[in-house]
């Protein structure tokens, strides 16, 4: 049972446009949100991370927005830029600053951004 | 600053042999973590320590073992290695945030 998923394997997308990368979620004990880079032959870096009670966080060209009454979030690039090119990993953890660490993650969606 | 390290970086097995995944992190974190990762299904939790002197099962923990060393250190042991473990390992620690730090895996193919 998959309580994490990104439902889109690979997303292509052209240097300076939007990247939307999307992840759903089923379990509603989640309260903490992550999104992880992760490029070959690393391990996974982290990006941006949103709680529950936000809908919404920004760092720079990265935004994550967080639907509560749809399980879904979404992690906005812009502009895109080709060393965005990677991995991208949703990450949900339930149970407060304990179990921050305590991840489950999604499947990956692979982005790549042409120049 | 390494950040975290993991030794080796790729090992092959014969099914029934034992090792050890190595992991020490020089960033002073409470908490270590070890992951693995299987294509199409992201990393899932094998155990995880969340100080010195504790140890916890995670998602995956069957047919491992964990022994934290130390504050640093944080190993996972195969006793019988089987196909099911091939795998990506990665180690990650952190301190008080939600942000986990990664090492770079380890390859392991059992054959």
């Known amino acids: 049972d998959q309580q994490v998923k990104q439902n889109s394997p690979s997303l292509s997308v052209q240097e300076g446009r939007i990247s939307i990368l999307n992840c759903d979620y089923t379990?509603?004990?989640?309260?903490?949100f992550l999104w992880y880079k992760k490029y070959p032959a690393e391990g996974p870096t982290f990006l941006i991370s949103?709680?529950?009670?936000?809908d919404k966080n920004e760092d720079g060209r990265f935004t994550v927005f967080l639907n509560k009454s749809a399980k879904h979030l979404s992690l906005h690039i812009v502009p895109s830029q080709p060393g965005d090119s990677a991995v991208y990993f949703c990450?949900?953890?339930?149970?407060?600053?304990?179990?921050?660490?305590?991840?489950?993650f999604g499947q990956g969606t692979i982005l790549t951004v042409h120049p | 600053n390494a950040g975290v390290t993991q030794t080796p970086k790729f090992q092959v097995l014969k099914t029934g042999q034992s090792m050890t995944l190595q992991c020490a992190q020089d960033?002073?974190?409470?908490?270590m973590y070890w992951y693995r990762q299987d294509p199409g299904m992201g990393l899932r939790l094998i155990y995880y320590?969340?100080?010195?002197?504790?140890?916890d099962k995670g998602e995956v923990p069957n047919g491992y073992n964990v022994s934290r060393l130390n504050k640093r250190e944080f190993s996972l042991r195969l006793e019988s290695a089987a196909p099911s473990q091939t795998s990506v390992y990665f180690c990650?620690?952190?301190?008080?945030?939600?942000?986990?730090?990664f090492g770079s895996g380890t390859q392991l193919s059992v054959l």
């Open positions: 990650a620690s952190r301190w008080q945030s939600e942000k986990l730090f």
């Open positions: 379990n509603s004990m989640f309260d903490y």
């Open positions: 949103i709680s529950s009670i936000k």
């Open positions: 990450a949900a953890s339930a149970g407060g600053g304990t179990s921050y660490g305590k991840l489950t």
């Open positions: 960033m002073n974190h409470n908490s």
């Open positions: 320590s969340a100080s010195e002197g504790t140890t």
